[in-house]
C-alpha cells in the first residue's frame, strides 16, 4: 500500500461531490521528506479542491489525503524536468549559438513546458486526485 500524505484543513465549500478545503501549514511539514521542493512549505493557507468520500459540510474539519507517489509526480513534472530542459537545452543550441541565446531560449522552452502544463490540467487533474474525510477525534 502506498504512503498517504495527509493535510488537516476545514471546508470552504462544497459543489456536488467536490469540497473547496482549506489548509494550514502544519508542524508536520518540517519533518516531510518533500518540503524543500513543496510549494505548501512557503505557504501559510492553500485551498484546494478534493473530492469527498463521504457527505462533509462547509466549517467541517477534514483531513486531505493524496498518495505520497503521486507527490512524488507532481515534483517530477513541476521540477525535474523544466531543470533537464534548461540544461539540455543550453548544452545543445550552445553548440548552434552563442551563450545569451541559448541561455533565452531555453528559458523559453521551459516557459512552454509550463505553458503545456497549464494547458493540460484537466488531464493531468484526473491523475492528481486529493479526497477529503471528516476528521475523526
Not at 85 to 97: C, K
Not at 112 to 125: A, Q, R
Request: glycine residues 6%.
Amino acid at each position: 500500500m502506498a504512503s498517504i500524505i495527509k493535510h488537516e484543513g476545514e471546508v470552504v465549500s462544497v459543489n456536488g461531490n467536490m469540497a473547496r478545503v482549506r489548509i494550514m501549514q502544519a508542524g508536520s511539514c518540517s519533518a516531510c521528506q518533500a518540503k524543500a521542493m513543496c510549494a505548501s512549505a512557503e505557504a501559510k493557507v492553500k485551498e484546494l479542491d478534493a473530492v469527498m468520500m463521504e457527505p462533509v459540510a462547509v466549517g467541517d474539519s477534514v483531513v486531505v489525503e493524496v498518495s505520497q507517489s503521486m507527490g512524488w509526480i507532481a515534483v517530477v513534472l513541476a521540477y525535474v524536468i523544466p531543470f533537464i530542459l534548461l540544461l539540455a537545452g543550453v548544452a545543445i543550441l550552445g553548440r548552434f549559438m552563442d551563450e545569451a541565446a541559448a541561455g533565452t531560449l531555453s528559458i523559453l522552452i521551459v516557459g512552454l513546458w509550463y505553458l503545456v502544463l497549464k494547458l493540460m490540467n484537466s488531464k493531468i487533474n484526473k491523475h492528481f486526485s486529493f479526497t477529503v474525510r471528516k476528521l475523526t477525534h
